[in-house]
């Protein structure tokens, strides 16, 4: 979903940096997949091709944040707040 996003903080052996992955038109998506000490984060349009991918090692990662969009409240939330 536009708005999806995820900060990965890595240990740069000096300091340390932060990225940023974004999903940047409607109908796009950010995942997260982690295996075999490679964590991929990537953009991935409706049909699941990738548009962008960031690769990071698994052992070098200290931090990964995923904010999801703020969606508007469903029908039955906003019945509920009402009372």
């Known amino acids: ?3 999806d996003r995820v900060e990965i903080v ?3 052996h000096d300091s340390i940096r932060t990225y940023e992955m974004t999903a940047t038109r409607a109908g796009r998506r950010v995942e997260v ?3 075999r000490g490679v964590v991929e984060v990537a953009e ?4 699941g091709t990738p548009v962008r991918t960031a690769r990071f090692m ?3 990662l200290l931090a990964l944040v ?3 969009a703020p969606r508007p409240p469903l029908p039955e939330e906003r019945d509920e707040r009402k009372e």
């Not at 991935?44 to 049909?47: A, E, L, M, P």
């Open 66 to 68: 995923e904010h999801p």
């Open 10 to 12: 890595v240990d740069a």
């Open 44 to 47: 991935v349009t409706r049909s």
């Open 33 to 35: 997949t982690i295996g």
């Open 58 to 60: 698994a052992n070098r």
């Open 1 to 3: 979903m536009k708005g």
